[in-house]
């Protein structure tokens, strides 16, 4: 049986930049990555919609703050070095009535503390001037954001650390986790991999991974399918940004937008349903026992209860496209049904605790051989390389010479 220094099961886009980041910093480690699909990417990161966020709505020092705005300049800065094709096309935040105004200058306030010094607040004559067919009465200019193909960043992230020794193992999905004295071991449907220490990077089944060590883990995976439209061709003219909504502050989605993508169309979405299925992109996926567990989960009982409303509104937008219309009408007037075609969707990691708080940041948790990145959605792509030098940082101080 091989040895391993480090295991590092996912091979999103976090856990191949863990690796990375490892490697970097140590180029003698041992490391295997142990992903249950058959290539790289396959969930949360190759079905977001590719957006470079700037990092204007985290709180100032949060992980998501700190993460966002350093992984973005080593994203830029690695898609430079390897030729990965991005566009800084910048997006505008609007409000569409006053209501919206306080929300939105906090917002902008945020943006400043950081450190975001070339976005602006635009009244409604110069959000015109760059957004013709927009409905605002103010917005936020942010330069910033831009568009990526992440599954081509991980591709290039793949053939790097395979090139310096790394091994990436595909259909190999996690049962079990031994920990015995210095050594954690590793069950797969294939085989048991002996390692030294651990890193959970596995997205939507992250708690579930924790729990096979820490069977009274306070925090549970919550799936949300996010679903999108695509504007037809002879409508795109309409958007020449990424056109976001002012978020609700209570609730860690951003709202149905309109996103340019890298491939030259352009996106409207996501809505945010509960799926009945971590992995569940359609609607008709549906795993009992998964559903059962999110549904008697008593920190998500509590985020029902709370929220029904909302969350009843974002079921009728998935069933109902002229109700998805209205939402996106409230920034473009112009755009109708027949402008809308059906395109694809993703599903959310959203982490919720016992006491039914939503999470609103990243969150890392140890035990005795292995860290746990428990709560990682967006802006978690965008955050990737940053997030793994945070995670190899732990990491390193772990390992036994």
Known sequence: MKKYDFTIIGAGIVGLSTAYQ????????????????????????????????????????????????????????????Y???????????????????????????????????????LNQAQTKEIEPNVNAIQSIQVPYTGIISYTAVCNQLQQIITEQGCQVMFNEKVNNIEEKGHLAFIHTDTGIFETKHYINCAGLYSDKIAQL??????????????????????????VNHLIYPVPDPNFPFLGVHFTRMINGHIEAGPNAVFAFKREGYQMADVDAKEMLESLTWPGFQLVMKKYWKTGMGEF??????????????????????DDLVPAGSGVRAQACDRMGGLLDDFKIIENNRGIHL?????????????????????????IEW
Do not use: M, W
Not at 218 to 234: A, K, S, V
Not at 374 to 398: E, Y
């Open 316 to 337: 009728y937008r998935s069933f109902s496209k002229k109700a998805f219309t209205n939402a996106l009408q409230k920034l473009i007037p112009d755009i109708t049904e």
């Open 83 to 121: 030729g990965i094709p991005y566009e800084l096309c910048g997006k505008i935040i609007v409000a569409t009535n006053q209501n919206e105004l306080p929300e939105l200058n906090k917002l902008y306030q945020r943006g400043l503390e950081n450190g975001l010094d070339q976005i602006k607040l």
């Open 374 to 398: 428990l709560n990682a959605p967006s802006p978690a792509a965008t955050s990737s390389l940053s997030i793994g030098n945070t995670l190899s940082d732990i990491a390193l101080k772990r």
């Open 213 to 238: 060590t820490s069977p009274q883990l306070d925090t549970r995976i919550i799936p949300f399918r996010g679903e999108y439209y695509l504007i037809r061709p002879e409508k795109q003219a309409l």
């Open 22 to 81: 490892l490697l970097r910093k140590n180029p003698l480690l041992k490391i295997l990555i142990l992903e249950k699909e058959n290539a790289v990417a396959k969930h949360q990161t190759g079905h977001n919609s590719g957006v470079i966020h700037s990092g204007i709505y985290y709180k100032p020092g949060s992980l998501k703050a700190e993460n966002c705005i350093n992984g973005y300049k080593s994203l830029i800065e690695f898609c430079d070095s």
